[in-house]
């Protein structure tokens, strides 16, 4: 499945910054949606499964790093640190681009702390300190990549996890409502292109599709365990966007 995600997630990269390019029609973008939902679900499985929380964390948030370092050499590069609607120097447009990496590892840090929460018999005052720290990451979590939507879809997983009827419930509504979104924003907004264009633009509902990749996860690993599995995603990631970045300036 992890397999799965990264070819439809490299499809959706190249609609994002190269569609125009290849006149790829606007329905290619609600391919990719179950990708990121996807990631969030083995992350949080892999909460539960991992030997280390801690060094699982890390790796995800070096790559973070890794990746905000990449962006922002190419934002450099090619002069794409400037607001569109202020004409004016903006930081957030210079570390702009893909990183999931950090999306990743914030959602597993916050449900870290909230397990923390939860599971364990803790001090007032540790509580109090943890409370905080998840009121802090949320910032974090909404301006990273996909946030606000990766951090309701990990709340989901955690809370409802191994009740695929629940996951189902919550996913669905939480599409639901974001369909909703969409379809205000085509009925009450004016110049905002035809329904198609709307619904291919505001496309988060259809997160809706990971369900049936998670109806078909049997809890076991996949592959055979070789290290290059393991780390396969930490490699073809950068690489990748890497590629791709270079073929948009070219074309």
Known sequence: MKIIGI?????????????????????????????????????IEGFYYTHSRQKYFWRLFIGGVLMYGINLLRNILTHNTTNPYTKQFDIFYLFQGQNIFMTLALVLLWIWILDTI????????????????????????????????????GLIFYLCRGNFKRISVGVMTFSLL??????????GQVDVGTLYQTLTFDDEYMMITVLPFIYLYNGQRGGSGQKWQKNLFYYFYPIHLIIIYILSTIF
């Open 7 to 43: 070819i439809f997630m490299v499809i959706d990269h190249i609609n994002i910054y190269l569609g125009g390019v290849l006149h790829l029609p606007l329905w290619v973008s609600l391919l990719g949606r179950f990708v990121a939902p996807l990631f969030i679900f083995f992350i």
């Open 118 to 153: 939860i599971v364990n018999r803790l001090h007032v005052t540790n509580y109090f300190m943890l409370i905080i720290a998840l009121i802090v990451i949320i910032p974090f979590i909404l301006i990273s990549e996909g946030g606000p939507y990766e951090l309701v879809m």
């Open 178 to 187: 974001l369909f909703v979104h969409a379809l205000m924003s085509y009925f």
